[in-house]
């Protein structure tokens, strides 16, 4: 039997010989009998528990797309075209996964095939089981070609199809995709995991540009839809994706789009711009084009060079649920983002960080979504730290440490998407574990990791910075460039890291390099529930003492029950940077107790730009501190305003769920009834995603 090690499989044989390609919980492990060259085997294989594909018998390596999009019944149309290898002697099936397809028929290699969509799952959606009845005897290593001709459903849990009164032309309507974690067997027929990577060509047909996570063959970039006319005019839009990627990266957006290069970096065979719709296009290239092209080169010195050629960012209309999402070629990215400071762009340098931690290097399934996420993470915050200076990296540690906290409190009756290594069961949905957990606890540990001979020396109280002599960056970024280099293109899972980074510190370092490892609390770290890290880690404050300072100057003057001899004013913000006014309102949202409804009411007529600000961030953060507090009533229609869009200072929904989810989530604590309107009213302007989370968070899915 011959198996990619991208899988992540453990197979045992009968004969005692074992071969360990990687390793999962006990969840999610399949049986599995197969003759291969006449020997019996018995197989066991650890597979991903979110996908009913078989994709160890046989894997799709190539799709091809070919689409058609209806603007009016809100589907996509045509079909896809698998290129498969067999892993076993003649497999009798190849099973897909899907969600509300209509599946017309198929071919195996041009001939008409026999196929079943199953019952539906109410997760992992209906398998497809073709019959490729292919001869007896078949070889492993085969290849075989799947076509099913299919459409989308208007009711596709991928897509969010926006009215064109939800764009910022209000002229054409919109649409886009968000495939992660599970949602591309909506858009089409796929083997819908992550431990299966794939090449893909596309052809797409639409009245309006389009726009794929690959490369663009035909028509130009810099040519608006072909030079043909929008909304009237059929354009045939050519990509392709010569670099393997999960399935969850399969993207696609169409709408008034309109493209600009960023300056090219001398020497650089990659290339950056930023697509938007025309009435964006000025605020979007001034926010992103000074950083974007930086945050590529920079990653590329301290990992492995760019292996996709292009590095585009797309903003889209502000229903989208994420900040940023890390399609290959394109990242897609919320207009949250257009501070007019470029004080958020620093999403931009986590989004870039996946083209190795991700989209390059891939969790074998959600269980280890840690590996994609804490990565990107650490690296994230490298970057910060080359570009703006070492204080800011470990200022954004102590910003995401809030977050972790919050994150953490959230699962205390559901301890287990505490862990990083999550034991998922099968079927189970992993949306239901999306949280910062993964991103901030897994990138503490790897920061602790780095730094973890220091942390012996600190310790032992000894001054030397043992940085330059055991622990540190000097030593921890040569291990991180060598991970992607042994892990490039591949899928796997928590074990196949931790044997590596053993291995590779034994070669680099040796018995004193093993027993700091061995000292490691692994258990506590991988699978440990709780509200408190493994491990105590330190940050650089300098960038946070005076958000400090402030927090407690207000936090000790709660005993004044005057608000007017409060001694506070405008100018306590002057110097203050956007991320530094977050510290300083998460610290108060960190106080054993919340403020007097007295000093909340005093502090929105201080510092009034809270109230109105654009800076979706401090938005936020400002509304969760006030809707905590007993003045929350007072706050309750402005923080309601403001996510469905209705605020003048900052039109638009507040489609991402790092937005709208905690605020729809501190109104229903304050108002339950006022949160549940709100939202019924509103749930169709926010994407499929997020009304299905927010639905959950209010009790009315």
Not at 150 to 179: H, M, N, R, V
Not at 358 to 364: E, I, K, M, S
Not at 653 to 658: H, P, S, Y
Request: net charge negative; charged share 25%; glycine share 6%.
């Amino acid at each position: 039997m011959m198996l990619r090690p991208t899988f992540g499989l453990l197979l045992k044989y009968s004969q005692g010989v074992t071969t360990r390609l990687g390793f999962a919980s006990v969840i999610g492990i399949r049986r599995y009998s197969a003759r291969s060259k006449g020997d019996n085997m018995a197989a066991i294989f650890v597979t991903d528990p979110c996908t009913q594909s078989n994709y160890w018998e046989i894997t799709t390596k190539h799709v091809h797309f070919d689409w058609t999009v209806d603007w009016k019944k809100r589907i996509i149309s045509g079909s896809v075209e698998h290129t498969l290898v067999t892993h076993m002697e003649s497999p009798s099936q190849v099973i897909l996964d899907t969600q509300v397809l209509d599946i017309t028929d198929v071919a195996v290699d041009g001939k008409v095939a026999k196929f079943e969509v199953r019952e539906a799952h109410p997760v992992m959606g209906s398998a497809l089981a073709i019959d490729l009845d292919l001869p007896q005897n078949t070889e492993t290593g085969v290849e075989v070609k799947v076509k099913i001709n299919y459409s989308t459903a208007p009711e596709c849990t991928a897509i969010g199809w926006l009215e064109k009164e939800q764009t910022a032309g209000k002229t054409f309507d919109f649409f886009f995709s968000q495939c992660q974690p599970i949602y591309a067997r909506s858009l089409a027929p796929l083997q819908d995991t992550p431990s299966v990577k794939i090449t893909y060509s596309a052809s797409v047909k639409s009245i309006l540009p389009v726009l794929l996570s690959a490369r663009r063959v035909s028509p130009p970039a810099e040519q608006v839809h072909g030079g043909k006319e929008l909304g009237k005019d059929v354009v045939e839009y050519k990509y392709n994706q010569p670099v393997a990627i999960p399935s969850y990266l399969v993207a696609i957006a169409s709408g008034n789009l309109i493209y600009k290069p960023f300056e090219k970096i001398e020497g650089k065979g990659w290339t950056t711009g930023v697509w938007s719709e025309p009435e964006t296009m000025d605020a979007a290239f001034w926010e992103f084009s000074k950083d974007t092209a930086n945050y590529i080169a920079t990653a590329e010195e301290i990992v492995t060079p760019y292996e996709f050629g292009v590095y585009d960012v797309l903003v889209l209309p502000p229903s989208f649920p994420y900040g940023g999402m890390e399609n290959a070629c394109c990242t897609f990215l919320t207009p949250t983002l257009l501070a007019g400071d470029r004080s958020l762009v620093d999403v931009v340098a986590h989004e870039a960080s996946h083209s190795w931690f991700g989209n390059n290097v891939t969790t074998a399934d959600s269980g280890h979504f840690w590996l994609n996420e804490g990565f990107t993470t650490y690296m994230e915050r490298i970057l910060q730290g080359r570009i703006h200076g070492p204080a800011e990296r470990d200022f954004s540690y102590i910003i995401g440490r809030k977050a972790l906290t919050d994150a953490l409190k959230e699962y205390q009756d559901r301890p287990k998407y505490q862990r990083l290594v999550i034991p998922y069961t099968f079927g189970e949905d992993p949306d239901d574990a999306y949280s910062s957990i993964p991103y901030e606890k897994g990138s503490n540990f790897l920061l602790y990791l780095g730094e973890l001979g220091r942390s012996v020396v600190i310790r032992s109280t000894h001054a030397l910075d043992i940085e330059r002599l055991l622990g540190g960056l000097d030593v921890f970024l040569p291990y991180v460039r060598d991970y992607v280099k042994t892990f490039r293109g591949k899928s796997l899972r928590t074990s196949q890291w931790k044997n590596h980074l053993y291995r590779y510190f034994e070669a680099n370092g040796g018995q004193s390099k093993i027993d700091l490892l061995n000292s490691v609390k692994w258990d506590a770290w991988l699978h440990g529930e709780g509200l408190e890290l493994p491990e105590e880690i330190n940050y650089d404050t300098s960038l946070a003492d005076k958000a400090y300072d402030l927090a407690h100057r207000w936090d000790e003057s709660r005993h004044i029950s005057d608000p007017s001899k409060l001694d506070f004013s405008a100018a306590d913000l002057e110097g203050f940077t956007s991320n530094q006014i977050v510290v300083f309102i998460e610290k108060l949202q960190s106080l054993p107790q919340p403020l007097p409804a007295s000093h909340i009411r005093h502090m929105n007529k201080t510092y009034p730009s809270f109230n109105d600000t654009g800076n979706a961030e401090i938005r936020s953060r400002w509304y969760e501190l006030v809707l905590a507090s007993d003045a929350g009533k007072d706050f309750l229609h402005d923080a309601e305003k403001w996510v469905v869009g209705k605020d003048k200072h900052s039109p638009g929904v507040k489609g991402r769920m790092k937005f709208c989810r905690p605020i729809f989530k501190a109104v229903n604590r304050v108002d339950s009834d006022a949160a549940k309107k709100s939202f019924e009213a509103n749930k169709k302007y926010f994407h499929p995603i997020a009304v299905k989370l927010i639905a959950k968070d209010l009790g009315v899915a």
